[in-house]
């Protein structure tokens, strides 16, 4: 049944336009009123005898939820929201062919845990997405923890975990070859449409191309041709395997990013071999910072290299790009102007797996936005169940639903939510959402909190997507929003509601023992002070990830930073992958920062410092500290008595990361109702 609902009502994209006034029902848009605005995007690609419903591919992320090797109902239901979120082709991430091949614990695809994989499979087809499985070698960076023979690449060396690696011969190859035949076979018997062979980020196929790692003197190092010679050997014998009829993709690094390294000339001359025996490639590239480039750097890394490869005008297969494509306008406009044939997305799917639908039905607006924070592969890589920043519920669909299937709560409530930074935004829009009568109170005259600040930074255009996208959504999910508004016992008395939600934020913690530290302000200042061009040397007290940000963005304005760390190391709360892209940063932007440096005095133009028993002083025009915040309770114990539910979120629960706002905002809100 459709309503006649005005048409203001709906924040539709720009991008999308009525071609007639005509009735917009509950989902957004009456199709037959729209024109389609993602045309290139949108369109269905034929591989082999499969139709790809559209040109996006969600990338391959592997989950860590398996037991003994088997796939839980959380892997299975994760991968099901991908293709129900309406990606054109799903991958399973990397599965290893074979003993030997593992860099984490390996799936263990056996014929008795073939119904699992089945299951794997038909939870994508029945969303219509085509299924694939991406098949990996990790050669000399298998972990020896995950392998029971001996660690083998193109070169005898010591890897990165400090293993012995062997150099492979022939008979390895010949095994390792086979072992990718047999892995495809299986796959396609278990029901996936399609494998994804990685010859991307540093695993065993772009060892043997790159030219600085495969230093064989045999025929299969030394030249472009005996260097591809072992990777086009692996392909042809997949293809002999699996027949004609068979999707075979590749996902293939197009640069190896390093002077010496492979170029993307050696790429096409790989791929113009390699395309009798694939049919698609999406291109990525090597060096983690680059494949996982964070929120400081441009969108779409690799789409020259993918761009490039077609310009060659040598390859005919579909060429697809992947690396911070974090939108449906820019993946249309990739597509478009005929760089890619389509695109590959990981993180902008698990922060909205909905990301092809809404786009589809002109809802790019409602899209959650990634953030690039990389809390999704910190967390991945420290073998925790994966978490995003801003999707809660990615992983976790097997215990909590999909986003789709969240409906309204059993019950409507009236929520006083106090606080609208990003835990009180987020807990108002869910209890908004679920149906509840939200009242949202901020003291100060706008939204956002630390958000609206940080948000300001000079380098951080992913963070201020998501505040403007948490400000659409408080403006269309029925919340009440009263700014200039302190809660307090006389209002929530006035206001009599189920629940009230304390996201009252979070404190500076002062270091009060360093002498002058009242000539110093805190670090949130340098967002708000109007840039003073005076200012041109800036001391930062504090190396943690919110002085090396901060430090950046200063830095990026042109000031001369120098950050005092008094731990031995900076930025240690921040993960390991995220932590690189921050140290490559920081050297590109020429921030100084000083670790060990237990920082004495703020002194008038300078700061004393001591390291290593030594005094020392940094001269400076303006000092900060980023030392740390600390929860903001009070006004939590004070209104614990007002109405039957009171909840802290965000900072006021525990001072922390976005994530921690979002998550904590989003299941308090969830939880309302539940009665
Ligand atoms: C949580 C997580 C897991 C990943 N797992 C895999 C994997 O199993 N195989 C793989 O080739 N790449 C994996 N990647 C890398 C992505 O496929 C992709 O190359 C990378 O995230 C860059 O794309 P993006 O900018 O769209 O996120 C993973 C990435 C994330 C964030």
Redesign the pocket.
């Known amino acids: 049944m459709k309503e006649n609902i005005p048409r203001q009502t709906f924040l539709l994209s720009k991008r999308w336009q009525l071609t007639e006034e005509k009735s917009i029902n509950g989902m957004g848009v009456d199709a037959s009123v729209y024109k389609n605005l993602y045309p290139h995007l949108f369109q269905p690609l034929r591989l082999k005898g499969l139709i790809m419903k559209n040109r996006i591919m969600s990338?391959?992320?592997?989950l860590f939820h398996t037991v003994d090797g088997r796939p839980t109902q959380y892997y299975i239901s994760y991968l099901e929201h991908k293709a129900r979120g309406g990606a054109g082709l799903v991958t399973l991430?990397?599965i290893a062919v074979c003993d030997g091949a593992s860099h984490t614990p390996p799936m263990q695809w056996t014929w008795d845990n073939l119904p699992l994989f089945g299951e794997m499979a038909a939870a994508i087809h029945e969303h219509g997405a085509l299924a694939a499985v991406?098949l990996?070698h990790g050669g000399m960076r298998a972990n020896p923890r995950y392998n029971t023979v001996p660690i083998k690449g193109p070169v005898a060396c010591v890897n990165h975990l400090g293993a012995e690696v062997q150099a492979m011969t022939v008979e390895d190859m010949e095994h390792v070859a086979d072992a990718f035949a047999e892995a495809a076979a299986f796959w396609y018997h278990a029901g996936f449409d399609a494998v994804l062979i990685?010859a991307?980020?540093g695993w065993l196929i772009p060892q043997f191309l790159s030219p600085l790692i495969n230093k064989r003197t045999d025929e299969y190092g030394g030249s472009l041709e005996n260097r591809m010679r072992f990777p086009l050997a692996i392909l042809r014998r997949v293809r002999e395997r699996v027949g004609d009829s068979k999707v075979i993709m590749l996902?293939l690094s197009g640069s190896e990013r390093h002077p010496e390294g492979f170029t993307t000339d050696d790429i096409i001359a790989f791929l113009e071999k390699a395309q009798q025996y694939v049919d698609l490639a999406e291109i990525?590239t090597e060096g983690v910072t680059n494949?996982?480039?964070i929120t400081y750097s441009p969108w779409g890394q690799n789409v020259e290299l993918a761009a490039a490869i077609k310009a060659a005008g040598k390859i005919n297969i579909p060429i697809f790009t992947?690396?911070?494509?974090m939108s449906p306008e820019q993946a249309e406009d990739i597509i478009a102007s005929g760089k890619a044939d389509g695109v590959?997305?990981?993180?902008?799917l698990?922060a909205d797996p909905f990301l092809p639908k809404k786009a589809a039905l002109g809802r790019a607006d409602d899209i959650v936005p990634c953030l690039?924070c990389l809390n999704?592969?910190d967390s991945?890589n420290a073998r925790r169940h994966?978490v995003c920043s801003v999707n809660p519920l990615i992983g976790r669909e097997a215990r909590l639903g999909f986003a789709d299937t969240i409906g309204k709560a059993n019950r409507r409530l009236k929520v006083l939510v106090a606080g609208g930074g990003p835990a009180g935004m987020q807990a108002a829009v869910t209890a908004g959402e679920r149906g509840h009568n939200v009242i949202l109170c901020e003291k100060s005259d706008s939204l956002g909190g630390l958000l609206k600040l940080l948000s300001r930074d000079s380098l951080k255009k992913d963070l201020r997507r998501f505040l403007e996208y948490l400000l659409r959504r408080v403006a269309v999910a029925g919340v009440e929003v009263r700014l200039n508004t302190e809660v307090n016992r006389e209002l929530v008395a006035a206001e009599a509601p189920d629940a009230v939600i304390v996201a009252v934020g979070s404190l500076p913690l002062v270091p009060d023992s360093i002498k002058g530290i009242e000539k110093a302000k805190h670090i949130t200042s340098a967002y708000q002070e109007p840039d003073s061009a005076a200012r041109k040397n800036i001391v930062i007290i504090g190396g943690g990830l919110a002085g090396v940000e901060s430090g950046l963005h200063l830095a990026n304005l042109g000031k001369k930073v120098t950050v005092l760390e008094m731990l031995p190391d900076y930025a240690t709360e921040a993960g390991n992958v995220y932590r690189l892209g921050l140290q490559a940063k920081a050297k590109e932007f020429g921030l100084t920062i000083i670790t060990g440096a237990r920082c004495l005095e703020v002194a008038d133009g300078s700061v004393r410092y001591k390291k290593d028993g030594r005094e020392s002083e940094v001269e400076c025009d303006a000092v900060y500290y980023a030392t740390g915040m600390v929860s903001y309770t009070e006004p939590y114990f004070d209104l614990a008595d007002t109405a039957p539910f009171v909840i802290p979120v965000g900072d006021c629960k525990q001072a922390g990361k976005i994530d921690g706002a979002i998550h904590s905002g989003y299941f308090a809100a969830l939880d309302l109702g539940m009665l």
Do not use: K, W
Not at 322 to 325: C, E, L, V, Y
């Open positions: 990338a391959p992320n592997m991430g990397e991406e990996v990685h991307a980020h996902r990525s494949y996982f480039a992947i690396g911070s494509i590959s997305m990981s993180r902008a698990l690039r999704c592969t991945d994966l």
